[in-house]
Nanobody, 131 residues
Framework: QVQLVESGGGLVQPGGSLRLSCAVF????????IGWFRQAPGKQREGVSC????????YYSESVEGRFTISRDIAKNTVYLQMNSLNPEDPAVYYC????????????????????????WGQGTQVTVSG
């Protein structure tokens, strides 16, 4: 059974940082592309970042480029999203997702239509920027 479990969300002041974790069970992170998505209230889910199975390519949406960094630890079978310089546009529920096809995750970085699709999704972790 495949499970993706996000953690690390919370409340942070504008300009602050958080590191999200996506612990993966039932599949290897070096065999799947992994992506991070977010959904704010009243908005469509959007792609934030993704990493291919070999981890030699990482991709970001325009809104987070230069502020967020995706990485992974194969030994822990975990993918991370380091988020710096958080601003009032960043609060949302953040989800990680896994798919054999990087293209599925990649296309969501640049358009909310069609809605993001992936083989497996986590339950999400809340990020709040306030103060």
């Amino acid at each position: 059974q495949v499970q993706l479990v996000e953690s690390g969300g919370g409340l942070v002041q504008p300009g602050g940082s958080l590191r999200l974790s996506c612990a993966v069970f039932g599949l290897r992170v070096d065999s799947y592309a992994i992506g991070w998505f977010r959904q704010a209230p009243g908005k469509q889910r959007e792609g934030v970042s993704c990493i291919n199975s070999s981890a030699n390519d990482t991709y970001y949406s325009e809104s987070v480029e230069g502020r967020f960094t995706i990485s992974r630890d194969i030994a822990k079978n975990t993918v991370y999203l380091q988020m710096n310089s958080l601003n009032p546009e960043d609060p949302a529920v953040y989800y990680c997702a896994a798919d054999k096809r990087l293209a599925r995750l990649f296309r969501s970085l640049h358009s909310v239509q069609p809605p993001p699709r992936a083989e497996y999704w986590g339950q999400g972790t809340q990020v709040t920027v306030s103060g």
